[in-house]
C-alpha cells in the first residue's frame, strides 16, 4: 500500500465521519433521541399514552411549556435569563381578568393593553440589565418579586380575593376564547389550539434564528458579546428585543391559560420558569449563552410533557417529577458538553 493509498484511505474515514459529527454537533440531537426513547417507553408501559386521547393529553401539557421554553431558549442563546417569566404569565392574564370583570372594559382592548404592559416590562428588564451591567439574573428575580407581590396584593385589594372568576360571562368572551383556548376532538381525544400555537412560535423563532441577520446577532451577542460591539452588532437593541420577546410569549401563555378555563389565579406561572429553562437546557442551550435552537427547546417541552402525563398514565407517585427533571437537567448538561468536545470545531 502506497503512502497515495493511505492519505485516500484516511481523507475518506474522516469524510464518512464528518455527517455524524455534523448530526452530533446540532443542539437538538440529543433532546429527539431522548423525546423518542421517553415515547417508546411509556407507550409500552401503558395502554393509552400512545392513543389519540392519550396524545391530547400530554400535546396540551407541553404546549404551553413549550410557547415559553422557545423564547427563554432564544433569551438564553443570547446570553441572558428571565426569572420573571413564570410569573409574567399570570400577571398578564391578571391584567384582562381584572380590566374587563371590575372595569367593565372591552376584552380584546384589555388584552392588547396587558400585551403592552408585558412588552414593556420586557424592554425596562433589558435596558436595566445592559445600562447597570447586573447579572439578568439578579434583576429579572427582583422583577419576580415585584410582580408576584401585585399578582397577590393588587388583585385581593380590588376583588376580594386572590383569583378572577366569571371571566366567561364578560361580553365577547368567545370571540377571544376561540383564539386563545378553542379545541377539537379527533378519535376520542381533545387537541387544543395550543399546540398550533407552539408550533408556529417553533417555526417562527427557528427561522429567525438560521435564516435572519437578527439571528446572527442572537448567536454573536451570547457567544462573543465584546466582539459583537467590535464589528456593530446593535447589542443594546438586541438584548432589548429578547427579553420583550420572552414577555411577549409570557403574555401569549397567560391567555391561552386563562380563555382554556375562564379563571386565573393569582400565583398562576410562580415557580415555572425553571421548567422552561430546563426544557431549554434539555433542548440543548448552553447555559453560556451562543448555542441552541428552538427545535430543541421544543423537544425539550415535549419532553418534559411526555414525562408528566406519563408518570400519571403509569399511576407512580407524581411527586417524583421533580427529582426527574433534576436527573434531566443534569444529564442534559453534561450530555451537551460531551457532545460538543466530541464534535468540536463542527458548526
Request: glycine share 12%; net charge positive.
Amino acid at each position: 500500500m502506497t503512502t497515495t493509498d493511505i492519505i485516500t484511505i484516511a481523507t475518506r474515514t474522516r469524510m464518512e465521519k464528518q455527517p455524524i459529527r455534523r448530526i452530533l454537533a446540532r443542539p437538538e440531537t440529543g433532546a429527539f433521541v431522548a423525546a423518542l426513547a421517553i415515547l417508546v417507553f411509556f407507550s409500552a408501559y401503558t395502554k393509552t399514552f400512545f392513543t389519540l386521547p392519550g396524545a391530547g393529553v400530554w400535546l396540551e401539557s407541553a404546549s404551553t411549556y413549550g410557547i415559553m421554553a422557545v423564547a427563554v431558549a432564544l433569551l438564553m442563546i443570547g446570553g441572558e435569563f428571565d426569572l420573571s417569566s413564570g410569573v409574567m404569565t399570570g400577571f398578564t392574564a391578571l391584567i384582562v381578568g381584572i380590566l374587563t370583570t371590575e372595569f367593565g372594559v372591552n376584552i380584546w382592548v384589555a388584552a392588547l393593553i396587558s400585551l403592552a404592559a408585558a412588552l414593556a416590562i420586557g424592554a425596562l428588564n433589558g435596558y436595566v440589565v445592559m445600562k447597570t451591567g447586573l447579572p439578568s439574573f439578579i434583576v429579572t428575580l427582583g422583577t419576580f418579586f415585584v410582580l408576584a407581590g401585585i399578582d397577590l396584593a393588587v388583585t385581593k385589594i380590588l376583588t376580594g380575593q386572590v383569583a378572577i372568576q366569571g371571566m366567561a360571562q364578560v361580553p365577547m368572551y368567545d370571540s377571544i376564547q376561540k383564539l386563545f383556548g378553542s379545541s377539537i376532538t379527533i378519535g376520542g381525544g381533545v387537541f387544543y389550539v395550543s399546540v398550533i400555537w407552539w408550533i408556529v412560535v417553533t417555526i417562527v423563532a427557528t427561522w429567525v434564528l438560521l435564516r435572519t441577520r437578527a439571528g446572527n446577532w442572537i448567536f454573536a451577542v451570547g457567544g462573543a458579546l465584546t466582539s459583537s460591539r467590535q464589528i456593530g452588532v446593535p447589542v443594546l437593541k438586541t438584548k432589548i428585543g429578547l427579553f420583550m420577546t420572552t414577555a411577549g410569549a409570557a403574555w401569549l401563555v397567560g391567555m391561552i391559560s386563562m380563555f382554556r378555563t375562564s379563571t386565573v389565579q393569582a400565583n398562576t406561572g410562580v415557580g415555572q420558569e425553571f421548567i422552561f429553562i430546563i426544557c431549554a437546557v434539555v433542548g440543548g442551550c448552553l447555559l453560556t449563552g451562543g448555542y441552541g435552537s428552538a427545535i430543541g427547546a421544543a423537544l425539550g417541552a415535549l419532553i418534559y410533557g411526555m414525562v408528566f402525563q406519563g408518570i400519571t398514565f403509569a399511576q407512580w407517585d407524581t411527586n417524583w417529577l421533580r427529582t426527574v427533571l433534576g436527573a434531566m437537567l443534569l444529564l442534559a448538561v453534561f450530555l451537551n458538553h460531551w457532545v460538543r468536545k466530541r464534535a468540536g470545531g463542527v458548526q
